[in-house]
């Protein structure tokens, strides 16, 4: 067990080191450098993989009982070492059930994929990058077989990123959500709308800054062990145990991005930084995720739930309007509350509210679960597209750059990444009522200024745990209940109806 942890740890550390890199890629390497990077980055990922795969990892987990079968191994051992087992037959399988001949062929494929879907984009070319798209499905489909021939292809793509997941059981909780959202869209669409000019209004970038200094502050996100930069497009990366930093983006004319960005990736932070189900594993793999929609929970908690909630600003409007001034004078609490909880039914996912977002990431998962399976064809995609649009949105895109085309993950080959973004808000509803089932209202503490209190249960039900249980254990494990809608959809139904006055 100890050798295990030893090679996994020296696999971690490649990795942190890659990011490191890939940290400064994205933020302060000059631009020429970028070609030597690549080969830096391949070289650290060609080490890391080595690792990972290496034949005495599969000799060590047979030594211990662990199986495909019985991935935990023996039943002598302590549920947290037995919980390692189960991660690392994963990840080894992962690793190893796909022949590497594949595996760059992929990649080889996948970076035509990428460039011609840019391409296709900017042109609104659909057609030309079809071809590049069926190829991802197929590649796709060889994959699952790979990893478990008698599987069905979809679950097994989905497993990888949520661990235990099926179409069938996320389809039973996205179906009644989908159902529920367009029926609250409705009543939000016959109520007056919301203004948010003053939204608009410049805001110098070194003010953003500031503001978001003091949201990371708030937040108790440790600066000892991160920091904030800026980036086109935000993250959040781990470098280590110790150093989780994150990225966040300034719109001088819409200073509510850089705001609910630095929220949001500072939730993801505090995620990584609380991992550490024992000292032992603490530069392990169990010191982990337990999936990516989890991952999401906890950055749109903060961002939603305390950030865009009427008793933080009671708390922090004030500052704000100073640092920002003057953006925000003459605006009031109600005024900005609804502002930034404006709801719009628009095109593009990554800038939907939160009551519309779920609705496009459910289109998402219904249509490449129905790509793989082959219910839909490939060059049917566009009008498959737009149809639900329509059904769920009330809008169709006036064209596939702003349908299809929008998002980068098909392109790339990730087939069942999409779910997690809405399993994420889901989560994140279901613990926070498990707080309130345990005698502690978070939204109590966020009126209090009392965040430390939210972040120390998080720390102590979610974080720390790491990878040690499965997605749908932990929701059990927390909460006493498995995955279900419904809480979210009481908070949205709540919030809103104050929002729009029903
Ligand atoms: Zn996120």
Request: glycine content about 8%.
């Amino acid at each position: 067990m100890e050798r295990l942890r030893t090679l996994d740890g020296e696999a971690k550390l490649i990795t942190h080191i890659g990011a490191v890199l890939g940290w400064d890629q994205e933020t302060y390497m000059p631009p020429a450098a970028i070609e030597e990077r690549g080969d830096q980055l391949a070289y650290l990922e060609g080490l890391a993989h080595e690792k990972q795969t290496m034949p005495e990892i599969g000799e060590l987990l047979a030594a211990l009982g662990s199986t495909g079968e019985n991935p935990e191994g023996d039943t002598t051992l302590s549920p947290m070492d037995r919980a390692y087992l189960r991660i690392m037959r994963r990840n080894y399988d992962q690793a190893t059930k796909v022949p590497t001949e594949l595996v760059s062929e992929m990649a080889k494929a996948t970076s035509l994929s990428q460039a011609a879907w840019a391409k296709a984009r900017s042109g609104n070319d659909f057609p030309a990058f079809e071809p590049h798209l069926q190829k991802m499905v197929d590649f796709n489909r060889r994959i699952a077989d790979c990893l478990d021939p008698s599987g069905k292809p979809y679950d097994v793509l989905l497993d990888r990123f949520e661990e235990g997941g099926t179409q069938a059981g996320i389809a039973a909780v996205f179906n009644p959500l989908r159902d529920e959202l367009v029926k609250l869209m409705d009543r939000i669409r016959s109520r007056p709308q919301v203004n948010d000019d003053f939204l608009h209004r410049h805001c110098p970038e070194a003010d953003q800054a500031k503001a978001s200094s003091y949201l990371m502050k708030i937040l108790s996100y440790d600066l000892e062990r991160g920091r904030l930069d800026k980036t086109a497009h935000p993250f959040t990366t781990t470098l280590g145990v110790s150093d989780v930093r994150i990225t966040t983006r300034y719109v001088e004319d819409f200073f509510p991005s850089s705001v609910f960005g630095t929220i949001h990736e500072s939730g993801h932070a505090l995620y990584e930084l609380g991992m550490g189900p024992a000292p032992e594993y603490q530069r392990t793999s169990l010191a982990d995720a337990a999936s990516m929609a989890v991952h999401e929970s906890q950055s749109r908690l903060w961002e939603n739930m305390v950030g865009r909630s009427l008793g933080f600003w009671k708390n922090h409007l004030q500052e704000f309007a100073r640092m920002l001034t003057p953006v925000l004078d003459g605006v009031s609490i109600d005024e900005y509350y609804r502002a930034i909880n404006k709801v719009e039914p628009s095109l593009i996912r990554t800038e939907a509210d939160e009551v519309t977002y779920s609705l496009h990431v459910i289109l998402r998962f219904e249509l490449e679960a129905e790509l793989l399976s082959g219910n839909l064809a490939v060059k049917d995609l566009p009008g498959a597209w737009n149809e639900r649009m329509q059904a769920f949105l009330g809008i169709v895109p006036p064209d596939d750059a702003k349908g299809c085309l929008q998002d980068i993950h098909w392109s790339m080959g990730a087939i069942g990444y999409f779910p997690s973004y809405a399993l994420g808000n889901l989560y994140g509803a279901q613990f926070w009522d498990a707080m309130k089932d345990q005698g502690f209202d978070p939204a109590v503490a966020v009126e209090n200024d009392n965040l430390g209190a939210i972040l120390t249960w998080l720390r102590a039900n979610v974080h720390s745990a790491g990878a040690v249980y499965k997605p749908g254990e932990l929701a059990r494990k927390v909460t006493g209940e498995s995955l279900d809608a419904s809480h979210f959809m009481r908070y949205l139904n709540e919030k809103y109806a104050r929002v729009y006055g029903f």
